[in-house]
């Protein structure tokens, strides 16, 4: 059996951390049958039957996000909307077969059925009225609904492959409406009959729909239709296992791309909520999809934390090709720079890159990082690295560049050397003379190793960036305020 699997959202928000990682669990699975060789399939479905609510640039936003993520779907988005004469179509035939019905209750009676159910404290459900009633009895100027005839006993059991054996008794589920008054289709039957009309085998989706999954279930049975596999995945939750808001960190995936985060961190780390592998916490999408499987799924609610998403993101970042972690931060750098980037600033941050990444969890903090490289003279100065360029450390910094322009050996390790061997004879300890020197060469109090910047800056550069410190030119920090990375 070639399994088919397909994910469908919503256009009418952003993307969220739960939303994708349904669409991960979903491409995992089929990717993971085509390459055993039984054949697996990944479709997408834009569900935007909610004309009120459904926007083209949510749609496009959630294209996007999924993209990003590389989550690479067979054929066109399906829009649910344009399938509305196929699934009144299946409305008229359940009609002709006796398993669906007229319903013609008036906006009055539905609104004293919801009432008495609140009143009784239960949730509303259709009394079955017009279940059995001759459609000429029908008051005057009321347009029916369908709905369909659900079984009145017994229970409705589904095999969840993520949840176990579930049921629930039927006298539980009301006639639900297909077609409502104005012939528009209702989200419950679109989805089943774009489901079968997909040959979709296996619907993956979160633990808020089991509910459906009943009602759909009776639907598949009433149309004759073989019935898919479920697998309802638990919700995720905060850190502090309240349910997920944005206190929390939960965003649209588009944020947390803004934010610098890795399509591969992201996966990763999706994929590590509520499914595991033995103790694997760094799993490669290609190992993902060689070991992915619902059994593994966990039936308890997983939890997000934005601490170790964005560690799991700073392991991505030291593992990845520095010209492509270049390629990724220089729009970036020069967006912050505004026009003031150097001739070699790319060349500066390939060289300088080992040191950089190895102190960042994000590609923004990669980048606000590598702009002190990337910096024409003269550059930007924080005012807490300007407080270090004192008249006595100018002192100490005009000496330093003297030694430093005969210095032979322009080494991480030989200007190092140099340095340590001036602050002995000074009778300082080596950061004494480092401060100011970062200072003066870096704009900031942070950065890489000194020295090692220094070397990846070069003799010139270096040299120019202290006799600017020494002059004055980089210490008005209104004037050239540090460079901002968004």
């Known amino acids: 059996m070639t399994v088919v699997t397909r994910f469908a959202p919503s256009p009418t928000g952003y993307l969220h951390i739960g939303a ?10 089929a990717k993971h049958h085509a390459r055993t060789g039984e054949g697996g399939r990944y479709l997408l479905r834009i569900e935007d039957t909610d004309r009120a609510r459904s926007t083209e640039a949510a749609v496009k936003a959630i294209v996007d996000c999924l993209a990003w993520l590389g989550l690479d779907w067979e054929g066109e988005p399906v829009s649910q909307f344009v399938r509305a004469p196929r699934h009144a179509e299946v409305a008229r035939e359940l009609l002709a077969k006796g398993h669906a019905y007229r319903c013609f209750c008036t906006p009055a009676e539905l609104t004293e059925m919801r009432e008495a159910a609140r009143k009784a404290g239960k949730p509303m459900r259709y009394d079955g009225r017009w279940r059995d009633r001759d459609p000429k009895e029908a008051p005057a100027g009321v347009e029916p609904v369908i709905r369909l005839k ?3 006993s017994g229970d409705t059991a589904v095999k969840d492959l993520v949840q176990g054996d579930v049921k629930v008794g039927n006298e539980e589920l009301d006639d639900m409406v297909l077609l409502r008054a104005d012939g528009t289709p209702t989200y419950m039957l679109a989805v089943v009959v774009d489901d079968h009309d997909s040959a979709i085998t296996h619907v993956i989706r979160g633990g808020d729909h089991l509910t459906n ?18 697998a309802h995945i638990p919700l995720i939750h905060g850190a502090d296992g309240a349910k997920l808001s944005k ?20 996966r990763n780390y999706l994929l590590r909520l509520g499914w595991s592998h033995g103790d694997a916490e760094i799993i490669p999408t290609e190992q993902a ?20 998403l964005a560690n799991l993101n700073g392991h991505y970042l030291r593992e990845m090709d520095d010209a492509r972690l270049v390629a990724l931060v220089l729009p970036k750098v020069q967006a912050a720079l505004s026009g003031r980037l150097a001739e070699t600033a790319e060349d500066r941050i390939l060289k ?22 990337a910096s024409s003279r003269p550059i930007a100065v924080s005012e807490s690295a300007a407080r270090l360029l004192t008249p006595e450390s100018r002192s100490g910094l005009t000496d330093l560049h003297t030694s430093l322009a005969e210095n032979s050996d322009w080494s991480a390790t030989g200007l190092e050397t140099l340095a340590r ?4 004879t000074n009778g300082e300890k080596l950061g004494a003379i480092a401060q100011p020197l970062r200072a003066a060469v870096t704009g900031s109090t942070a950065s890489p190793p000194i020295f090692e910047a220094m070397a990846v800056l070069g003799r010139d550069e270096t040299l120019g960036r202290i006799d600017d410190a020494l002059k004055g030119a980089m210490t008005d920090t209104k004037a050239a305020a540090a460079p901002r990375v968004v």
């Not at 999954?213 to 479920?230: C, I, S």
């Not at 206190?247 to 992201?266: C, T, V």
């Not at 799924?297 to 934390?305: C, H, I, K, L």
Request: charged residues 20%; positive net charge; without cysteine.
């Open 352 to 373: 300088g890159m080992p040191g950089l990444k190895a102190r960042a969890k994000t590609l923004v903090e990669l980048a606000e990082n590598a702009v002190f490289y």
């Open 213 to 230: 999954t009943f009602r759909q279930y009776q639907l598949y049975k009433a149309m004759d239709w073989t019935v898919p596999f479920f």
């Open 150 to 152: 659900m079984p009145q």
């Open 289 to 308: 999809i060689e070991w992915f499987d619902l059994g593994s799924v966990g039936r308890s609610p997983a939890r997000f934390d934005l601490a170790k």
């Open 421 to 424: 061997g001036i602050a002995e």
């Open 20 to 29: 994708a990682r349904t669409a991960l669990f979903n491409w995992l699975f």
């Open 247 to 266: 206190r929390h960190g939960a965003l649209g995936i588009e944020a947390y791309r803004d934010m610098g985060f890795l399509p591969e961190s992201m």
